[in-house]
């Protein structure tokens, strides 16, 4: 039970990671095209956060 709780917080917490990553570049890329899309990225990467979120309760 122990192990599947902390596969699921680490999973959660990679896609945090992602999301924060994504968030960056789209923050310092010059290309508006590009930096949409690290946007996009970013919102889906938090979306799959909030699933494993929910597992975690």
Sequence with gaps: ???EHNRL???WQ???NSA???VI???HETN???AEVYRRLAEAEEKHATL???KLL
Excluded: Q, R, S, V
Aim: aromatic share 10%; hydrophobic share 50%.
């Design 20 to 22: 924060a990553l994504y």
């Design 14 to 16: 990679e896609e945090k």
């Design 25 to 27: 570049l789209a923050e």
């Design 32 to 34: 508006p095209h590009l």
């Design 1 to 3: 039970m122990i192990a």
């Design 9 to 11: 917080l680490d999973n």
């Design 52 to 54: 494993w979120g929910e």
